[in-house]
């Protein structure tokens, strides 16, 4: 099993361009997750998924969009990218269990806004 | 507000013992994880608490007081390979809020 995967690992972009990030993960995960991560700080939820054709709100979810088509699949998109998302993100899935919630992150994908 | 106090930065010595904590203020609290962190790659999970008490995991064990809004990390035995960032983070209705992040240096 590959666990959770990420595409691309690296990107820059410039100012205004956009982009998407896949993710896709084999464990028949029901939740799926973006989250970014700046230099010393903790990790912020963008989005979240919690089945197939749903999605919400995280924390800092403005300039992104997502959808999640496929159970395995959940993608991250920015529209006209900043330099203010210049991030790590990552890509995380887990069971749905009340309560308990063991996440699986995926490598991280490095962008930089120009 | 959802917020999540941990330290920034923690040394200590090989063979010692660590403790990293973790105060809360949360609404919906369902349980605090514990995830690591080596230099900015994938984090992974360590444990998790639902209920007051200590759950010993190998060389790590994780505190939860709920009463207090408070856990705890405790690293035994340090090995270097033990140097990462260390993350506490509330579970909430399937969502995890993350703290800001210890980074623990072991030295030799």
């Known amino acids: 099993n590959a666990g959770v995967t990420q595409t691309p690992k690296f990107r820059v972009l410039k100012t205004g361009q956009s982009m998407t990030l896949l993710c896709a993960q084999d464990?028949?995960?029901?939740?799926m997750y973006w989250y970014r991560q700046d230099p010393g700080m903790g990790l912020r939820l963008i989005h979240y998924?919690?089945?197939?054709?749903?999605?919400a709100k995280g924390e800092v979810p403005d300039g992104y969009n997502v959808s999640r088509l496929k159970k395995q699949n959940f993608l991250l998109g920015l529209e006209s990218a900043a330099p203010s998302q210049t991030s790590v993100y990552f890509c995380?899935?887990?069971?749905?269990?009340?309560?308990?919630?063991?996440?699986?992150f995926g490598p991280g994908t490095r962008l930089t806004v120009l | 507000g959802q917020s999540l106090e941990q330290p920034s930065e923690v040394t200590a010595v090989e063979g010692a013992i660590v403790q990293i904590n973790c105060t809360y203020q949360?609404?919906?609290?369902?349980?605090l994880s514990w995830y690591q962190q080596h230099d900015g790659g994938a984090p992974t999970f360590l444990s998790y608490?639902?209920?007051?008490g200590l759950e010993e995991t190998g060389r790590f064990s994780s505190f939860l007081s709920r009463s207090d809004s408070y856990g705890y990390l405790l690293l035994q035995e340090l090995q270097m390979k033990d140097s990462a960032s260390y993350f506490c983070?509330?579970?909430?209705?399937?969502?995890?809020?993350f703290g800001q992040g210890t980074e623990l240096s072991v030295k030799p």
């Open positions: 995380a899935s887990s069971y749905q269990r009340a309560g308990y919630n063991e996440q699986f």
């Open positions: 464990m028949n995960h029901e939740y």
């Open positions: 998924s919690v089945g197939e054709g749903t999605t």
């Open positions: 949360t609404s919906g609290f369902y349980g």
């Open positions: 608490n639902a209920l007051d």
């Open positions: 983070a509330t579970n909430q209705g399937g969502k995890l809020i």
